[in-house]
């Protein structure tokens, strides 16, 4: 049973497309958030919820709209795709008092 | 905000060797992240540490909270080991939910 899974794995789509990047957690915790891999394999925080409340936006294009249904999911819209949003994106789940992470298997998404 | 720095940004050695990878960060935290990431792979969790040292096979983590510095050792190094080893702290001291601000890496090579 994975513990982050996110869907799908790979994502390749033309420029000005909208699409959405799922992710579910069956660890319990109460925070998720998303994480932007560049192509220098730099990783940066997106966004993060803490059951079901955005915290942290971390000066992200409004072109991305994070949804979070409930505590187990966090999704990731993209609207008008860019090229510079080719990335590899995480999701990861903690528990706040614990701070321990866990990360899903990551989205490579390639926008032509 | 927290800055992390990490050093070497690549390492090469030879299997057995041990090998040391370095993070100092600017804010005072109450734990620390190593994440290891093999090429084309997920990231995996190796250590979170708030005081002292740590332990898991031949990995070692230490941390010295006053001087906001940490290390990940690995003895006698194996090609396996051949991974990118992120350093990670929560982006303010308060950690919580705000998320992880990251190392740009250690690209390490163990050569057979």
């Known amino acids: 049973d994975t513990a982050v899974s996110q869907t799908p794995k790979y994502l390749v789509t033309q420029m000005g497309n909208d699409k959405s990047i799922k992710c579910e957690q069956n660890?319990?915790?109460?925070?998720m958030y998303w994480y932007k891999q560049d192509s220098k394999k730099f990783l940066k925080i997106m966004f993060s919820?803490?059951?079901?409340?955005?915290?942290i936006n971390e000066t992200v294009p409004n072109r991305f709209s994070p949804k979070s249904p409930d505590k187990a999911h966090l999704n990731l819209h993209i609207n008008s795709l860019e090229l510079g949003d080719s990335a590899v994106y995480f999701c990861?789940?903690?528990?706040?008092?614990?701070?321990?992470?866990?990360f899903g298997s990551g989205t490579r998404l390639t926008v032509v | 905000k927290n800055e992390v720095e990490q050093s070497p940004q690549n390492l090469t050695a030879q299997e057995g060797e041990f090998i040391t990878i370095n993070c100092s960060y600017s804010?005072?935290?109450?734990?620390l992240h190593w994440l290891q990431q093999h090429p084309g792979g997920g990231i995996v969790s190796l250590f979170m540490?708030?005081?002292g040292k740590k332990k898991h096979g031949r990995l070692i983590a230490t941390i010295n909270i006053q001087e906001k510095h940490s290390s990940l050792h690995i003895t006698a190094s194996h090609p396996r080991d051949s991974a990118v080893y992120i350093c990670?702290?929560?982006?303010?001291?308060?950690?919580?939910?705000?998320?992880?601000?990251f190392g740009k890496g250690t690209h390490l090579i163990i050569q057979p």
């Open positions: 660890l319990g915790h109460d925070t």
């Open positions: 919820y803490n059951n079901k409340e955005l915290i």
């Open positions: 540490l708030s005081s």
């Open positions: 804010v005072g935290i109450s734990a």
């Open positions: 990670a702290a929560p982006m303010y001291s308060g950690g919580g939910a705000d998320g992880l601000t």
């Open positions: 990861a789940s903690s528990q706040p008092s614990v701070y321990g992470y866990t």
